[in-house]
């Protein structure tokens, strides 16, 4: 089974993440809720297959995790453009689980739009930035 390709979406929030995990031709093998940490999301996602790329919409905290998810896995992580994604997403069925389903499908297509993942030193003075400008105002 650690053979079979599958490709991961990651609707990802502060304290959970849903996961979405799609095959080859697009058959559903997962869609649930996980606790948001690589370690959980590892035990979830490595027993159904070779993970190929996992897509994550870009948001407050998952550059942090799609680099926990590289070091640790090895896994290819791409981050998506959260404009782009909300108006792919602009359906009555808005829901965590159509979430990830549609960054699943996205990723496995090549269609998910991506953004740059920052290397951690520019993440942190990102944050340093914006903290400065918040005592400011």
């Known amino acids: 089974m ?24 697009g058959d559903v093998l997962l869609n649930r809720s996980a606790a948001n940490n690589s370690e959980a999301l590892g035990r979830l996602v ?3 297959g070779a993970v190929q790329r996992v897509g994550i919409e870009a948001c407050c905290g998952a550059s942090d995790l799609g680099e926990e998810l590289v070091e640790r896995f090895g896994w290819n992580v ?7 994604i909300a108006k792919i ?16 499908d996205l990723t496995r297509v090549g269609y998910l739009p991506l953004v740059w993942l920052a290397p951690a030193n520019i993440r942190e003075l990102r944050q340093l930035v914006n903290h400065r400008q918040r005592l400011v105002d």
Do not use: E
Not at 79 to 84: F, I, M, T, V
């Open 78 to 84: 791409s981050l998506g453009h959260p404009a782009y």
């Open 89 to 104: 997403k602009s359906s009555p069925d808005k829901s965590d689980y159509s979430d990830g389903r549609l960054l699943a």
């Open 46 to 48: 490595q027993p159904l």
């Open 2 to 25: 650690n053979s079979v390709p599958i490709f991961v979406g990651l609707d990802y929030h502060q304290d959970s993440i849903q996961v979405c995990v799609l095959n080859q031709k």
